[in-house]
């Protein structure tokens, strides 16, 4: 990072240490951690990691860091790394929005709090910004033809939930941007979304609920995974397992630290996003940048506006009876397109540990018991998501138990192939 970059990290890290609220020097005293003087990039290394899982279980005022009457509003998030609630304290996003000619913008947010963050952030580049609404979506699309919004702030499954209203009211026409963020973005789902969109361009943002938007895509990558370094932030990347930092162009988990003054500050956080911090972007800009290889540690993927949790995978497979101890198994979770009608939807398939051979009998007896006791989304079984043409009929592979196995021994581990 650059000069300016290390003294904004100074500047932050003595906050922290030294305002009020007691999160961080508690936090470094647990650790058995002295405050040090930065006066090395290379000093950064040695100031402990942060989990979510300490701000999450943090008493809200502990880690608040700003006084009330300059903290904008309070939103919450599950995350996919627990279903337990986790209140935030949020001002306006502090990264910038994608560097691309925008006019009118339709928001159309998961989450209603989302909407005040989400607008400041266009405010920048001076856009009109249009509120959609996820529970009305007839409105949502009358309002962007009344108003010829260009550009589109939405996850992709949210995307294609609008398209139909969007085409009765022949509000596509004049769509020339969509910035996707929030989800996995497969390469089905991306071509299904170009073709309905063919005049219009595809950015990828990626943020976290903690902070809001961190990154957008590189314009000269068409993969979607190449971000550009936003100057609001500070990058790392380091092994997953031991903390330690890994060197450019290595993978690794990636770390962030907010270089402004907001309600939560973030000091090293780890993102549970696996990424290579490169040198150089791919378009003209030939600035520092970072692909983003996929999620580390998680137990929620969330693929087409579904929510996948092990928990639920764990409780739909244990307890049934030839399975190996203690229940051996893997969840593979795709995006294909359907033959039927061309669609693109989630694929899962299980790869699961048993102690003898099978029947295809008791396989299929198996199968029809993971299917009726699997709940995903709001509590809908996965034979009941197959019966309503939400996912394609899930695939099984059994494998017999053996010291030399490639089935993982972890419990419930959720494989993201998008």
């Not at 009118?104 to 607008?119: D, G």
């Amino acid at each position: 990072m650059n000069e300016n970059s290390f003294e904004k990290f100074r500047r932050i890290f003595s906050f922290v240490v030294n305002a009020g609220a007691p999160f961080y020097r508690n936090k470094y005293r647990q650790a058995g951690f002295s405050s040090i003087s930065l006066d090395r990039v290379e000093d950064v290394r040695h100031i402990p990691l942060l989990h979510r899982s300490e701000l999450a279980h943090c008493p809200v005022g502990q880690r608040h860091y700003m006084p009330w009457q300059e903290t904008l509003f309070a939103g919450y998030t599950s995350g996919t790394t627990s279903g337990d609630l986790f209140p935030l304290l949020r001002n306006y996003n502090i990264g910038e929005p994608p560097d691309i000619e925008m006019y009118k913008v339709l928001l159309l947010p998961v989450q209603p709090w989302r909407v005040i963050a989400y607008a400041e952030t266009f405010r920048k580049k001076k856009a009109f910004v249009v509120c959609g609404d996820m529970h009305n979506m007839e409105v949502t699309a009358s309002m962007a033809q009344i108003f010829a919004v260009d550009t589109i702030y939405a996850t992709p499954a949210s995307i294609l939930l609008l398209v139909p209203y969007l085409q009765k009211y022949r509000a596509l026409a004049s769509v020339r941007s969509l910035i996707l963020h929030g989800e996995p973005l497969s390469n089905a789902r991306r071509e299904s979304i170009q073709r309905t969109f063919p005049h219009a361009a595809i950015h990828i943002q990626y943020g976290l609920s903690e902070i809001g938007n961190v990154s957008s895509s590189c314009p000269g990558d068409q993969s979607g995974a190449l971000f550009h370094l936003d100057e609001h932030f500070w990058y790392e990347t380091v092994d997953a397992e031991t903390g330690e930092a890994v060197p450019l162009g290595k993978q690794g988990e990636l770390i962030l630290t907010t270089l402004e003054y907001v309600p939560t500050p973030l000091i090293r956080y780890r993102t549970g996003d696996l990424a290579v911090l490169v040198s150089e972007c791919s378009c003209n800009k030939k600035t520092r940048a970072f692909v983003l290889l996929g999620r580390i540690g998680f137990d929620v993927i969330k693929i087409g506006g579904f929510e996948f949790r092990a928990a639920a995978f764990e409780k739909g497979i244990e307890g049934i009876p030839d399975l190996a101890e203690p229940n051996i198994f893997e969840v593979h979770l795709y995006e294909e397109r359907a033959e039927s009608d061309g669609s693109v939807k989630p694929r899962i398939r299980f790869r699961i540990g048993t102690v003898r051979s099978l029947t295809e009998e008791k396989k299929r007896s198996i199968q029809g018991d993971v299917l009726q006791r699997t709940i995903v989304g709001r509590m809908l079984s996965l034979e009941e998501a197959v019966q309503r043409g939400l996912l394609l009929p899930p695939q099984f592979e059994f494998a017999t138990i053996a010291p030399d196995t490639s089935i993982s021994r972890k419990r419930g581990i959720l494989i993201n192939h998008i």
